[in-house]
């Protein structure tokens, strides 16, 4: 990549900022620099495909939420307020709606606008059109979603921990919150925002923002208020209502979650603190104020989602043995990481996922040692290898950093190339330049792109200006434009400790020779990374005498690690392992958590003779209480 093109990555455009003149709005920390209009990038690389919005016409800068959570008609509905920024001769905005029921468009003094929703996509929803006056600086637009929102999961008491109240979740990220927020929704086009959110009495919300007035009930409802000052990407918009109770966890964090839940999800998070004194020593001063999490229903898609302020963090990573932590890491580094340099748009994915990966193992390290950490990696690098393969090998597009999803969902590009080819690319410039130089750029990237979309053009003008340094040599050594651009993976990449599980693997190898062997004494002592590491380094076909022997010896079925459990359920139903079929049954229809489900229900739904039934009849009874997200994908299979 020659000069001329990192920097024209590297330009900003502040469009008319209205309030970019004040005195003190380039203090750092200081509440000009909060209020600061974020800039749109206006190179081609970080135009977003994936939204209507045209920002540098018009854009909004600022979203105010007044919404009722309706849990009878599946609604959330009310007003939201867009304050916008406009080219002077802009004729209309275009923001970004799915589904969306809109009842009336005003502009600030209430005088209504013209509006037009177009034809709609099945990825990307629909544009929703405002027609502006010369002097429009704010939208009021009356709308409620609808009942099938896609951002949006109501669970009955019955699907709760309390079985008595009901609860609401979202999931924004990637493109769902267009499906209850009329806002541009790209992760390029940074909004700040605030909520006044009205639910049943009784019921507590919590978004990703700070409260900005004590709770009030009045009048069978509760109210309650969240500002967020900083300007950050839409799909970090997040809302939890539900029977919830806090407890914390020390002096900036805490945990939210149902009360019978409470107890188990305080333990399991109890390193939370160190992790934050942790990941600030590599990053830099933490932004967000607080540090909090949810602890969500099972049916939660996702592992963990780095909403600001307050992560929502999936309950099936409680083991009771903090083994699986490393959750609370990866989700507490996007608070650098994806929350203050955010991907500009989805084919810069590997920005917020690679750049995390590799901090959360850095974190892992600091707290557990780098024996657990460097386990993690190879870990890491076997699931690596195994993308690769799946998506055709190492000359197939998808395996670069920086990926094409042209008419394809955002989702497509969630891979393990974003997270651990991302990650790699990062250990491998560590490596080469030495942990102390590697630490000292990495500070200085936050630093200098607080706040602001980031593309994979910037980050490599960014590493060449102020690591590379003109150093000829170095350049050569480090492939920059290879690990991003091209498939596959690059020559220098650094490879794991090979002796990070000297223990296990010769384990596997016996395994391989000698039929009666099963590592029972072995695995007694080994952590939840050798037992993983075992499980997935096994030969995926193996009769079943043998499957008979590991699940006896090592109590499989059993098991309360959910990622043991996952790798195990996999193993069988690839051998049609009968005996697994009641926890298969069970694990599936008491968790949604897409990442587990997903490979299971598609590998038996590929068995056609054997599984395809199975997944048939387990998917009947599940899909119900799987969140959107997981069902849209699932239902692609036709079951
Ligand atoms: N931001 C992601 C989750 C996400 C990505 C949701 C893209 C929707 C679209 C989150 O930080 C994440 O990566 N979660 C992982 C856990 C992590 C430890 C690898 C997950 O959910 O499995
Ligand atoms: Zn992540």
Known sequence: MNLVRSAAAAAALFLFACDTSQPDASKPGGKAEQEAIAPILNTPDAADIHSYAKPLEARV???????????????????????????????????????????????????PLQYKVGASDPNLGAPLAVALNPD???????????????????????????????????????????????????????????????VPAGLTAVMSAPRSAEPITQGGESVFSFRMPHSVAPYMIAIGVGDLAFKSLGARSGVWTEPAMLAAAAAELADTEKMIDAAEKLYGAYQWGRYDMLVLPPSFPFGGMENPTLTFLTPTFIAGDKSLVSLVAHELAHSWSGNL??????????????????????VVEALYGPKRAAQQVALGVDALNKQI???????????????????RHPDDGLTDIAYEKGAAFLRTIEAIVGRERFDAWLKGWFDRHRFQPVTSAIFLADIRANLVKGDKALEQKLMLDDWVYKPGLPANMVKPDPKAFAQVDAAVSRFGRDSAFVPAAEWKTWNTDERLRFLNRLPRKLPATRLEALNRSLGLNETRNNEVLFAWLDLAVANRFEPALPALERFLTTQGRRKFVKPLIEALAKDQQWGRPIAKRIYAVARGSYHPITQRDLDELKL
């Open 61 to 111: 800068h600022h979203v105010s939420l007044d919404l009722n959570v309706d849990f009878q008609g599946k609604r959330i509905g009310g007003t939201a307020t867009l304050d916008i920024d406009r080219k002077p001769d802009a004729r209309e905005i275009v923001l970004d709606d799915r589904g969306l029921e809109i009842q009336s468009v005003a502009d600030g003094s209430g005088k």
């Open 136 to 198: 429009t600086k704010r939208l009021v637009i009356r709308y409620r979603s609808a009942p099938d929102a896609g951002a949006l999961q109501w669970l009955t008491p019955e699907q709760t921990a309390g079985k008595k109240k009901p609860y609401l979740f979202s999931q924004g990220q990637a493109i769902e919150n267009r499906s209850w927020i009329p806002t541009q929704d790209s992760p390029g086009i940074r909004q700040s925002w605030d909520a006044t959110i009205h």
């Open 341 to 362: 340099a955010t991907n500009a748009t989805w084919a810069d994915f590997w920005l917020n996922e690679g750049m995390t990966t590799y901090a959360e193992r850095r």
């Open 389 to 407: 393969a799946d998506l055709g090998g190492p000359s197939s597009p998808d395996t670069r950093l920086h990926i094409d999803l042209k008419g």
